[in-house]
């Protein structure tokens, strides 16, 4: 073959099955007898659960079992998947809480019943008494010494600095110093499909299989394989087509234990699909950062330091650990030359949904915080912006360029080729910036008004963790690639075959690509 496939344009292989509506998705998974569960959530940021009586419960049509906090007390907690060393204390969600519910939202109990509407309907006469008891509700509440306390630690899961060069020093010097305080809110990834996962047990086999919405596969089964005391051999984990991801549905919840639990022990399948409510008030959110900030540059607008110290919002718990606010800290200097940088993260506990990697993690506040800073400074200076960027940013012939941090994976943050000047003329070329005043007048004198903005950015990628696929070639060369993957519209039926295509010298309509 001498067409090269990987990387050219090619019709998307999902698509056709997609835009006719026959996607295969979690909520379509049937089995005969197939069980349906509906969750209670805690109505309180922080209360003590005094008494759970399912009693009623039990007796409503077509319910089947209530799993309550005891049933599950020996299961104990979800683990650290993301350890740091700077975690002061690291608090991880119990499977049930036993005792103290930490965010409003938070999963308390199951009710599993033959249809989804009895077991929703059904969740109204199940009996859960709280004491509802002081909340951090804000990072205002969670610095206070003499506040409310999220666990029993304290408020603080983290303390961390980093530093280059003599950023003290260096802002004393400084000819220009902007100070400023941001704060960037808080903010969740709604997907077009909520999360859900179905279970089935297969008794004679000693095999579970489970259809889940999950963006990290590998992982919900390795954790699967723990609580269910299974070889991991004998957990499948199967992702179907998923409607988005944006992160929160790489997070193992509760219910993802839970319902190849129940699956297990009531000898049926289970399912279990999100309500669009429950979406929005339990599923992991992200964003909310206070930052104080320091930029030091020269009259000619040459950075000479910065200095960032920050606080961040864990929510109630860190199962993934401080990967968001470590992300932020050593994005923020972004792709430009800062020779003298100081970065204080402290990551703080609230009775709020937890918070954990999603569209982002943590790097579009780095970036904001660095982006307004020099907007800021262009301002003050009397700078065109472009220019001032253009100053700043690293040169070509300073690959490999080592930004001298350590980074989420404890290696040094280094960036191994680029031309972000020459990148960053093509975009103010593009998008017209030397003539963008007069257009901003023009519209005004219309009525309208119009804005333009630049941010630049440098992604880390290639730091796994990761797989393999395994591949088959039948008896009339028809090839069939396996992959575990879970794709949440990164079209990976299609990119997965231009690679193996290639690597086969094949063509395209030879492969077929079956992943999850």
């Not at 969740?123 to 509802?132: H, T």
């Not at 401080?322 to 200097?333: H, K, N």
């Not at 696929?469 to 990976?492: E, I, Y």
Request: with cysteine.
């Amino acid at each position: 073959m001498g067409e090269r496939l990987f990387g050219a344009r090619v019709r998307r292989r999902e698509d056709a099955r997609l835009i006719t509506g026959r996607g295969r998705y979690v909520a379509d998974v049937a089995h005969q007898g197939l069980l349906h569960v509906a969750v209670h959530r805690s109505p309180h940021a922080h209360a003590r659960i005094v008494r759970v009586d399912s009693a009623q419960a039990l007796r409503r049509p077509g319910v089947v079992r209530v799993l309550v906090p005891s049933d599950v007390a020996a299961l104990g907690r979800l683990p650290l998947l993301v350890p740091h060393s700077s975690l002061v204390s690291p608090a991880c969600p119990e499977i049930l809480p036993q005792e103290i519910v930490s965010y409003a939202g938070q999963a308390v109990a199951l009710l599993v019943a033959e249809s989804a509407a009895q077991a929703e309907d059904a969740l109204d006469s199940l009996r859960v008494e709280y004491e509802p008891l002081p909340a951090v509700a804000s990072l205002d509440d969670a610095l206070r010494p003499d506040g409310p306390r999220v666990h029993p630690g304290g408020n603080v899961a983290s303390r961390f600095t980093q530093c280059v060069g003599d950023p003290a020093g260096a802002l004393a010097r400084a000819e220009v110093v902007l100070r400023e305080r941001f704060h960037v809110h808080r903010g969740a990834g709604m997907a077009m499909e909520t999360r859900g996962i179905a279970a089935c047990w297969d008794s004679d086999l000693g095999q579970v299989t489970v259809w889940s919405t999950t963006q990290a596969p590998q992982i919900l089964r390795r954790l699967l394989a723990r609580y269910l005391r299974l070889p991991e051999h004998a957990v499948r984990v199967v992702t179907q087509d998923i409607g988005g991801g944006f992160g929160p549905k790489a997070i193992v919840y509760a219910e993802d234990i839970l319902v190849p639990f129940l699956a297990r022990d009531l000898g049926r399948p289970v399912q279990f699909v999100e309500t669009r409510h429950e979406h929005l008030l339990a599923v992991t959110q992200e964003r909310d950062q206070w930052h104080d900030v320091e930029l030091g540059l020269t009259r000619e607008g040459r950075i000479v330091a910065l200095r960032d110290a920050f606080v961040h919002d864990c929510g109630a718990f860190v199962s993934w650990g401080v990967i968001v606010p470590i992300l932020t800290s050593v994005s923020v200097p972004g792709p430009y030359r800062v020779p003298n940088y100081e970065v204080a993260l402290t990551a703080l506990y609230t009775n709020r949904v937890p918070v954990t990697p999603v569209r982002g993690a943590g790097r579009p506040q780095a970036v904001f915080v660095m982006e307004r800073m020099l907007d800021l400074a262009a301002a003050r200076l009397g700078l065109d912006r472009v220019l001032l960027r253009t100053r700043n940013l690293i040169q070509p012939d300073e690959f490999p360029y080592d930004v001298g941090l350590i980074s989420r994976d404890n290696s040094p943050r280094r960036y191994d080729s680029g031309n972000y000047p020459e990148c960053l003329r093509r975009v103010a070329e593009a998008v017209g910036a030397d003539g963008f005043a007069a257009e901003r007048e023009q519209a005004h004198a219309a009525g309208r008004a119009i804005g333009l903005g630049f941010a630049l950015f440098v992604e880390d990628t290639g730091l796994g963790p990761y797989e393999g696929v395994r591949v088959r070639v039948d008896p009339v060369g028809r090839v069939f690639v396996f992959s575990g993957t879970s794709s949440q519209g990164q079209a990976h039926e299609t990119t997965l075959a231009q690679i193996v295509a290639d690597e086969l010298s094949v063509p395209l309509e030879q492969v077929t690509v079956i992943p999850g």
